[in-house]
Structures are given as structure tokens and as C-alpha cells.
């Protein structure tokens, strides 16, 4: 990913952040009263606020020197996003059978790591290193295979067998860009500082 540094957002103030996945739909009233919808995008969108998360002079301080450090909106950055950034159901431990990756065909070594959501599927493009565990009919492997950090797949150095189930777990973050080149902030009071609004959006 061009024009990205690799480095997480304080997770201080990604705590505070308000947002999540936005789609976009087009929706076309008939005559008739029905309507005809049309998903715009393939995949959703995440946008957050993490303005409300600033709530003393220090703090404005370390968003103001993260914003610096990125230029603006010039570079992107690893956001965690609070609400979903792990393989594992809500509450649970990552485990290395959380997310089904592929079949085993004989030949295919590489999968790529994604997320179902029902019938949607989520790739995953940025897995926290070190965190990543993957299975194969059920049993964990801790070798022979290596994490592509640039394409976020799973690289087998031995070929899966034919029908063998491919699942992995893993903590990941978000590929994200400030939305603007600007921030304001204001002093309020002696060591109280605040920010009205800093969104950050996701990059693909």
C-alpha cells in the first residue's frame, strides 16, 4: 500500500472513537410504491470520529503530533478499531479454527485472510504480527507456513491436501487516512484541551 506507514493510532484515543461501516445503497422509488435497491459499493466502508476522545492538553497534544507525523492526509496508519479488530467471536480468545479460509486442492499453497459477516466476506489486509494462527482439519499448525505482511495471506511452504479445511484466527487493524488536512483545536482551561471533530477513514 502506497503512501502508508506502518504504525498504530494511539489506542488511548481510538477508544473514544465513534463510527463504524457505512454502505452505499441507491434506492429508486417505483410507481407502483415498491422500491428497487442497488448496492453501490462491493464492500463497505469504515469512517470514525476520534475527536470525542480528546479530553486534556496531553492528549491533543499526541493527536496533533500523530496528524504531523502523517502529513495530513498524506500518509495512512493501522487504526484498532474498539468495536472490531479480532478473528474471535465477542469475548473469546483468538483460536486458529475462527474464520474459514479455503479448501485444499493439491496445488493452492497461498489463502488469503478475511472475515465472514453471513454472506459477506471481509479481507483482511492488515493482521496484527504475532497474533496470527492457522489450522488445518482442525489441528493447529506453528509451522510450515509464513504470514505475506504485504498481501496479508498465508503462505503454505507444502500445498494443503485435497479437502483439507483451511481456517485461521488473528487480531487485525485498519488501513485508515485522516479525512482532512486540518485540525482545530481549542484550550479551554489549564491543562484541558479539546478537538470538535478528527475523522479518519478507511483506505483500500
Not at 469504515?46 to 492526509?73: I, K, P
Request: negative net charge.
Amino acid at each position: 500500500m502506497t503512501g502508508f506507514h506502518d504504525v498504530d493510532f494511539p489506542i488511548k484515543l481510538a477508544l473514544g472513537a465513534v463510527g463504524g461501516p457505512e454502505w452505499k445503497t441507491e434506492i429508486a422509488s417505483l410507481a407502483s410504491g415498491k422500491e428497487v435497491r442497488n448496492a453501490k459499493w462491493s464492500s463497505s466502508k469504515r469512517r470514525w470520529d476520534v475527536g470525542s476522545a480528546v479530553s486534556s492538553l496531553a492528549d491533543l497534544q499526541t493527536l496533533v503530533g500523530f496528524f504531523e507525523a502523517r502529513m495530513g492526509r498524506l500518509y495512512g496508519f493501522r487504526f484498532r478499531d474498539p468495536l472490531d479488530h479480532t478473528s474471535a467471536e465477542p469475548g473469546a480468545e483468538v483460536g486458529s479454527e475462527d474464520q474459514f479460509l479455503g479448501i485444499g486442492d493439491g496445488s493452492q499453497s497461498v489463502f488469503q485472510l478475511c472475515k465472514h459477516y453471513g454472506d459477506w466476506t471481509r479481507a483482511i489486509s492488515k493482521p496484527v504480527p504475532g497474533t496470527v494462527r492457522v489450522s488445518i482439519d482442525g489441528v493447529e499448525h506453528v509451522s510450515g507456513w509464513t504470514l505475506d505482511t504485504d498481501s496479508s495471506e498465508v503462505r503454505f511452504s507444502l500445498a494443503p491436501t485435497v479437502g483439507a479445511e483451511i481456517r485461521a484466527g488473528f487480531e487485525f487493524d485498519c488501513p485508515v487516512r485522516f479525512e482532512n488536512d486540518q485540525i482545530n483545536g481549542v484550550i479551554e482551561a489549564f491543562g484541558a484541551g479539546r478537538i470538535v471533530s478528527v475523522a479518519l477513514v478507511e483506505l483500500f
